[in-house]
């Protein structure tokens, strides 16, 4: 009996150690595509560039762009530079790494996140839009 009481201890101890944190269930939620949105200073507004993320549990990611004459998603390679296709979530610092970038995660709500470059300052917001034509959301304020 005892066994068994330490064997169900140990289990939920290895369950909760391996819960993931709501932006983790959401950023890796099937069928998600997150969007780039740059700062564009003239407009004063965060412009989709159409191209984006797709992350997955494991913790790599693919690079993707929206291909406009097929009206689909393909996946988006440079071949004169290695990317580093990873990415990682520090809870406790409330940091989003994304290739070998870092970000303050300045807010998270569905959908949305948005995400202050730790170097230089930079803000990217990223929306997830799913496989919809990015169209649909060209610009968003803050």
């Known amino acids: 009996m005892k066994n068994l009481i330490g064997a169900l201890i140990l289990n939920s101890f290895l369950l909760l150690s391996c819960a993931k944190s709501p932006l983790e269930q959401e950023i890796t939620e099937k069928d998600s595509f997150w969007y780039i949105f740059a700062y564009n200073k003239e407009e004063e507004v965060y412009e989709n560039i159409n191209y984006g993320y797709v992350f997955y549990g494991n913790g ?8 406009f004459s097929t009206n689909t998603l393909k996946s988006f390679r440079m071949n004169d530079v290695k990317q580093v296709m990873k990415w990682d979530y520090e809870q406790k610092n409330n940091v989003l790494k994304i ?9 998270f709500k569905k959908d949305t996140i948005v995400l202050q470059y730790f170097n230089d300052r930079k803000k990217r917001i990223l929306i997830n839009l799913r496989d919809k034509n990015p169209t ?4 968003v304020k803050l």
């Not at 790599?60 to 291909?67: E, M, N, T, V």
Request: charged share 40%; hydrophobic share 30%.
């Open 99 to 107: 290739e070998n970038k870092t970000y303050d995660i300045l807010e």
């Open 60 to 67: 790599s990611i693919d690079y993707k762009g929206f291909d």
């Open 136 to 139: 649909i959301l060209k610009s």
